[in-house]
T-cell receptor, first 116, second 114 residues
Framework: SAVISQKPSRDICQRGTSLTIQCQVD?????MFWYRQQPGQSLTLIAT?????????ESGFVIDKFPISRPNLTFSTLTVSNMSPEDSSIYLC?????????????FGNGTRLTVT | QKEVEQDPGPLSVPEGAIVSLNCTYS??????FMWYRQYSRKGPELLMY????GNKEDGRFTAQVDKSSKYISLFIRDSQPSDSATYLC??????????????FGTGTLLAVQP
C-alpha cells in the first residue's frame, strides 16, 4: 500500500485564522479524499480531491470553508478557513490505491487541529 | 437511524481472550465490508476486507459477514496487549460510479489487559 505523509501532524490555531494541511503520497494515485474525525463520531468525508479540477464536496461542506487543491497525482492540500473552535478535529488524508472503485482506502496519520 | 451502528465500548478483556467486535447496518446495497484498526494518534490501518457474505480469516483475525441479518463481526483470537486500539467498521455499495463512498462506524475502543 502507499505511504501517505501529512503535515503538520498537529497544530493549535487561533479563531479566525486559516490552516493548510498537506498530503503527500509516495506513488501516483487516482483518488484522494479528505476526512474529518471528531470524538465519538464516525469518520466523515469532506470532499474528493480531483486532479486538475475542482474538488467534489459532500453535503454540509463548502469550498469557501474547506478549499482543496490537487495539482498532481501525488499531492493535495486542504485548507480550513476562518477557523472556529467547532473546527477542532482530526483531519485525515486518504487514498484509493487500486484501480477498482471497490478498492479499500488507506489513510495518513492525520492532522490534529485545536482551535482556541 | 444511522446507516452503520457500532458499539463504542470501551471493551476491556484479559490477554488471550477471544474478542468479538460487531456492526449492524441498514443499507441492503452494501457489498464491501472492511475493518480498520486505529492506534492512538495514528491513522486508520486496513485490517480486513471482504466482499458479500461469508468468512475471511487472516492469522488471529476472522471477519464475518451476514448480509441477511445486516450484521458484520470481527473476531480476534488469543488477543494481545498490542491489539489495544480502536476498531472501525466500514462498508460501501457499488453504484457503478468512479467513487463508492465508504460509510464508517463510530469505532469500538478495545483494551487488552496483560
Amino acid at each position: 500500500s502507499a505511504v501517505i505523509s501529512q503535515k503538520p501532524s498537529r497544530d493549535i490555531c487561533q479563531r479566525g485564522t486559516s490552516l493548510t494541511i498537506q498530503c503527500q503520497v509516495d506513488s501516483q494515485v487516482t483518488m484522494m479524499f479528505w476526512y474529518r474525525q471528531q470524538p465519538g463520531q464516525s469518520l466523515t468525508l469532506i470532499a474528493t480531491a480531483n486532479q486538475g479540477s475542482e474538488a467534489t464536496y459532500e453535503s454540509g461542506f463548502v469550498i469557501d470553508k474547506f478549499p482543496i487543491s490537487r495539482p498532481n497525482l501525488t499531492f493535495s492540500t486542504l485548507t480550513v478557513s476562518n477557523m472556529s473552535p467547532e473546527d477542532s478535529s482530526i483531519y485525515l488524508c486518504s487514498v484509493r490505491t487500486g484501480a477498482r472503485s471497490d478498492s479499500p482506502l488507506h489513510f495518513g496519520n492525520g492532522t490534529r487541529l485545536t482551535v482556541t | 437511524q444511522k446507516e452503520v451502528e457500532q458499539d463504542p465500548g470501551p471493551l476491556s478483556v484479559p490477554e488471550g481472550a477471544i474478542v468479538s467486535l460487531n456492526c449492524t447496518y441498514s443499507n441492503s446495497a452494501f457489498q464491501y465490508f472492511m475493518w480498520y484498526r486505529q492506534y492512538s494518534r495514528k491513522g486508520p490501518e486496513l485490517l480486513m476486507y471482504t466482499y458479500s457474505s461469508g468468512n475471511k480469516e487472516d492469522g488471529r483475525f476472522t471477519a464475518q459477514v451476514d448480509k441477511s441479518s445486516k450484521y458484520i463481526s470481527l473476531f480476534i483470537r488469543d488477543s494481545q496487549p498490542s491489539d489495544s486500539a480502536t476498531y472501525l467498521c466500514a462498508m460501501s455499495a457499488d453504484y457503478g460510479g468512479a467513487t463508492n463512498k465508504l460509510i464508517f462506524g463510530t469505532g469500538t475502543l478495545l483494551a487488552v489487559q496483560p
